[in-house]
């Protein structure tokens, strides 16, 4: 797990960033540019809530105490069968991402290249689809077919865990 202060260090650039996209959205006239500055904000902000809650694992590990976030990735999931790793990261099956749609109350998750992202509050992901794909489900080949060499993409998503076999 990372220490605290590398954790303290993403969030406090986070910060900056988000800084950055709010004198944006006032520079800017353009309403095509301020809904994709407004998206990249709400996806900074659901990065931070991940860090807070990398951050409240970390404290507890060094027996500090922390309050945990409501509703982060880990309190929305149906059922303890994806409890925390020993890297504070959940663990879904195939079968466990499946259920993770975007439907009926559940958020919506995608995995690439063996990482579950959350892509519930993602624009390019509206009631849970892009582009004729749907949440729940590995799409590592579809992505490397369409954003190659697009890493960035990925870095504006919250990772909530990993995908094993």
């Known amino acids: 797990m990372a220490d605290m202060v590398t954790i303290q260090r993403q969030m406090d650039l986070t910060f900056a960033e988000i800084n950055y996209l709010i004198r944006l959205m006032y520079a800017t006239e ?30 507890f590990q060094q027996g500090q105490a922390a309050i945990p976030l409501q509703n982060s990735p880990q309190t929305m999931l149906p059922d303890s069968t994806n409890a925390p790793t020993a890297n504070n990261q959940m663990e879904f099956t195939r079968e466990q991402l499946a259920q993770f ?46 954003h190659t060499g697009q890493q960035w993409i990925l870095d504006t998503l919250v990772p909530v865990g990993r995908l094993i076999a």
């Not at 095509?32 to 809650?53: D, E, G, P, R, S």
């Not at 063996?114 to 892009?130: E, P, R």
């Open 30 to 59: 353009d309403e095509h540019t301020k809904n994709l500055t407004l998206n990249q904000m709400w996806n900074k902000i659901a990065h931070l809530q991940f860090l807070n809650q990398l951050l409240v694992a970390a404290s």
């Open 101 to 146: 749609t975007g439907m009926n109350g559940q958020p919506a998750y995608v995995a690439v290249n063996g990482v579950v992202y959350d892509v519930t509050n993602n624009a390019a992901w509206s009631v849970a689809t892009h582009f004729g794909l749907s949440a729940g489900r590995d799409l590592t080949q579809e992505f490397a077919s369409c």
